[in-house]
């Protein structure tokens, strides 16, 4: 269970080690301070209802509540360990895994630790300012919910810099509270973690298609040999299942009420769905175009000798690596990526070790395919002839072996030119986006009531009513 009357919840016995407990209240006042400046805005007050975990079990999660968000009970949640648990790929495959950091490998570790932990606080910041225009008490709680849960996933991050890392783990904590999404002196570390979120379309996109890649992510961590990122990983991964499904139903009930009322109103054009307050499909296919490119680039390139390293030493794994039927060395297997030659996009073998980057951004592709396959059904059932699809891999690509060049969604090489010409059928134009923002100028906040361009979910949270006081504004 984890234990609430400390300070600090946690479940990995924080009183024991004095030193590590003072280091870590000394940093929840700083933590806070972010929370006030960078957390949601205005919302210190709000009480709302939310889910805190009780334990890390998968039924762990049965607390529901009125709480203030910075009265949020932040802590560290480890699974269980398993101690017969060994390392289960690399050169050290059938060692026990590591209690402690491998002297040889403290810099790596460190760096993947530092980038999970950066995104968290990232995604809040680029969220701060949606609850003023939120389209429903449900949907604004469920923000809440996600945005707290994105400040433990920090947490989970700073543990293991403060406990493992000494010193320079404790200056890497300051720094992920001094980084801001966005900031040209000091910005976040990876790309997509400094685009704005600047409505709730975009909102949706990211926590269906970036927060799945921090799904792909966190379980190719927790394979690793070293076991206490493994462990927290696993149980962060029960608070992403809950982030990816707020994304895909977000997307969802968004395109059915713009299917209700294309087929009520016997009409297709943008302009006139458009003149209907809701939002047009095609749009809605610019957006999906645009965080599905940049969430891919999340993954790195495509040969990258980093991922061979990370692999070889036993620090992140694939995904799903103990279910996989090879020899978990990777030393002869090859793997194919793609790349750019004159006017072709060709396919060429590489070692398998080199392109793990490409193996899990594969992995991802097939669960994105799946989603997008299930918000095209909602418009199929509504008997509309529009096609939902995923660009090209090569299409607005910022990182690996596309770089530079101008690939269409349907995967034609082209030239700035011919891009530039067409750059905003397929990407949101500025245009896209104050009319998007014109829709979501004010906060829905009475009960039971959805703004117009959104549906109601199917069912409310924790088996409450759609007209459940979700949020108290006091
Ligand atoms: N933007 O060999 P390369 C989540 C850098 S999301 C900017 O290509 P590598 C969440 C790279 O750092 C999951 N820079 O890549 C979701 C390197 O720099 P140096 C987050 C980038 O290292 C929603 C250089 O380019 N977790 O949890 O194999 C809400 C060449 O590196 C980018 C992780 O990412 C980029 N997109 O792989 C909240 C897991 N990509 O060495 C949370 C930890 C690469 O030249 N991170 N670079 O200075 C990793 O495993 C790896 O760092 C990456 C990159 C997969 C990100």
Redesign the pocket.
């Known amino acids: 269970m984890i234990n609430y009357t400390e300070k600090i919840p946690n479940n990995v016995d924080l009183g024991r080690d004095r030193v590590l407990q003072r280091a870590l209240e000394h940093w929840q006042p700083a933590y806070l301070s972010w929370w006030y400046d960078m957390g949601p805005n205005e919302s210190h007050n709000f009480e709302v209802y939310l889910r805190t975990a009780i334990s890390v079990e998968p039924d762990g999660w049965a607390q529901f509540d009125y709480v203030k968000m910075p009265e949020y009970r932040w802590g560290i949640f480890l699974q269980p360990p398993d101690e017969k648990r060994q390392v289960n790929f690399g050169i050290h495959k059938g060692q026990p895994a590591w209690q402690d950091v491998p002297g040889e490998y403290r810099s790596i570790l460190r ?2 630790v530092v ?2 932990g950066d ?2 606080p ?2 809040v910041e680029q969220q701060k300012m949606l609850g003023l225009s939120c389209p429903s008490l449900y949907d604004l709680r469920n923000i809440f919910q996600v945005n707290v849960e ?1 400040g433990r ?1 920090l947490w989970a991050m700073v543990y293991l810099l403060h406990r493992y890392f000494g010193r320079d783990g404790r200056e890497e904590a300051e720094s992920l509270l001094a980084r801001r999404s966005g900031d040209t002196d000091n910005p976040r ?4 973690f400094n685009e704005p979120t600047p409505d709730w379309l975009a909102f949706y996109m ?2 269906f298609f ?2 799945r ?2 799904k792909f ?2 379980c ?2 927790a394979e690793s040999g070293f076991d206490p990122l493994a462990r927290t990983c696993r149980f962060m991964l029960t608070e992403e299942a809950h ?1 990816m499904f707020v994304g895909e139903s977000g997307v969802s009930r968004i395109i059915q009420r713009t299917c209700e009322v294309m087929k009520e109103n016997k009409i297709d054009a943008p302009a006139d769905v458009r003149a209907l307050g809701v939002i047009d499909l095609q749009t809605i296919q610019r957006y999906l175009n645009f965080h599905y490119s940049v969430t891919l ?5 495509d040969v ?4 061979a390293n ?1 692999y070889t030493s036993g620090l ?1 794994g694939r995904f799903r690596e103990t279910k996989l039927e090879d020899d978990h060395v990777l030393r002869d297997a090859m793997y194919p990526v793609s790349e750019v030659v004159g006017d072709k996009i060709n396919t060429k073998q590489v070692p398998a070790l080199t392109s793990l ?1 490409e193996r899990l951004r594969d992995d991802y592709i097939e669960e994105i395919q799946a989603g997008v396959d299930r918000w095209q059904r909602v418009i199929d059932e509504a008997g509309i002839p529009f096609r939902l699809t995923l660009p090209h891999k090569g299409f607005h690509r910022e ?2 072996n596309f770089t530079g060049h101008f690939i269409s969604p349907t995967g034609e090489i082209l030239s700035e030119e011919q891009w530039k010409a067409h750059e905003f059928d397929w990407l949101p134009s500025p245009k896209d986006y104050s009319y998007v923002q014109s829709l979501m100028s004010g906060r829905v906040a009475e009960l039971g009531k959805f703004a117009n361009w959104i549906a109601p979910p199917v069912k409310g949270v924790n088996g409450q009513p759609l007209d459940f006081q979700y949020v108290r504004f006091n």
């Open positions: 760096r993947i980038t999970q995104t968290e990232a995604s994105e996933h570390i990876l790309g997509a990211f926590t970036t927060d890649d921090g992510q966190l190719a961590l982030h680039d999340l993954y790195g390139s990258s000798s980093n991922a990370y992140k980057n990182i690996g």
